[in-house]
């Protein structure tokens, strides 16, 4: 039978930490009720290891010792060492329990935790793409745009959201307007194929640009995603713009597949960096075009919200919301929860 983590208690004081590839954040829920502490953000590369920075950023700061943790990672979890993708920490949660005096410790998938913010944040935590802008409580779709492209799923079904983490930002992407046959034989593949991480993240940002460049014959000015957003942005550069262009129209199409798949009447939700630094150029009618165009479902794609995440630490919130009840998630943990 698979182990849910509402089957092994998880003790206050609990600390949550999402550690991404250059930002690790932390907060502590001293109980179910209050609020949790924030601690100032940790630059990853600041500290040879996860466990000094926790000591050093969090239990040297507070007279509490929480005797749980749960932390989101982005990097695959399997076995008692966790090497994270983009970072060279390595989390050990045995070592962890005897050094850090952790009784449990927890270890999630980073967009299982923004799935999880999407089943719990309010209309103050999101600002709406389009006119509608309901959530009714049904299925939802999280994707990030950020370092790569992070999706996860989540499923409503008996009064329990199911954080579905996947590997959906690697599906195929292909030319569909007059221009993408144009624009897409100059895109760098990655083994010979365009997925949707080749295109939707900052990365994705720069190739989008390179293409556009090549396919009208002139040579590429800027070499970083903030540049080419912020002249996009302010109209000052024709390429920048079509890039951004394209990129808001990929990124509806991929968020409209992904809606059609998990039938995702709750909503669709973008989190990440680069979502929330471009939503004058998401909320043009490209995104919402590119959403809805999908015949013969494109009614049913109508009625479907898209947000932009605007809360400034979603994932945390996201797992705080599942510190205070388990038991309102599913959330499976057979291989990632080690206690004492
Ligand atoms: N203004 C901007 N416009 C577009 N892309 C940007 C902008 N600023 C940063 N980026 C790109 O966003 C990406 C980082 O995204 P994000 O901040 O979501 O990272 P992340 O992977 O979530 O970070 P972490 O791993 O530290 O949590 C980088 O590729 C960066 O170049």
């Known amino acids: 039978m698979v182990k849910l983590a509402s089957d092994t208690p998880l003790n206050f004081p609990i600390l949550i930490g999402d550690i991404g590839g250059t930002n690790a954040r932390f907060s502590l829920l001293t109980d179910a009720f209050g609020e949790p502490r924030a601690f100032p953000n940790v630059q990853t590369a600041d500290f040879a290891t996860i466990d000094e920075a926790i000591q050093a950023c969090v239990l040297d700061k507070t007279s509490v010792q ?15 060492e966790i090497p994270l993708t983009n970072c060279p920490w390595v989390v050990r949660p045995k070592s962890m329990i005897s050094d850090l005096g952790f009784e449990t410790v927890l270890i999630v998938n980073d967009f299982e935790a ?15 793409i389009g006119e509608k802008s309901d959530s009714p409580i049904a299925s939802r779709v999280v994707l990030g745009p950020g370092t790569g492209l992070g999706v996860a799923g989540l499923v409503f079904a008996q009064h329990t959201w199911f954080p579905v983490p996947g590997e959906g930002g690697h599906i195929d992407v292909g030319p569909r307007s007059a221009r993408d046959f144009e624009v897409f034989p100059h895109l760098q593949p990655i083994e010979g194929r365009i997925s949707a991480e080749q295109l939707l993240c900052g990365r994705g940002i720069v190739n989008i640009y390179q293409a556009v460049c090549k396919a009208d014959g002139t040579d590429a000015q800027f070499h970083d995603p903030a540049s080419i957003t912020s002249h996009a942005l302010a109209g000052s550069d024709r390429q920048c713009v079509e890039t951004i262009d394209l990129f808001v129209t990929y990124l509806g199409r991929v968020a409209g597949d992904l809606a059609l798949i998990f039938m995702a009447r709750g909503g669709v939700f973008l989190s990440g960096g680069i979502s929330q630094k471009i939503i004058p150029a998401l909320k043009s009618p490209l995104f919402r ?50 206690s004492r």
Request: aromatic share 6%; charged share 20%; glycine share 8%.
């Open 66 to 80: 929480p005797r749980s943790t749960i932390l989101a990672v982005a990097g695959p979890i399997r076995g008692d």
């Open 289 to 338: 075009q590119a959403f809805e165009d999908k015949a013969p479902h494109s009614a049913l794609m109508r009625n479907i919200s898209t947000f932009v995440i605007t809360h400034p630490q979603a994932a945390l919130a996201g797992l705080a919301a599942y510190a205070r009840r388990p038991g309102s998630f599913g959330l499976a943990t057979d291989g990632r929860l080690w």
């Open 114 to 128: 923004q799935a999880l913010a999407v089943a719990t944040l309010d209309e103050n935590s999101r600002d709406a």
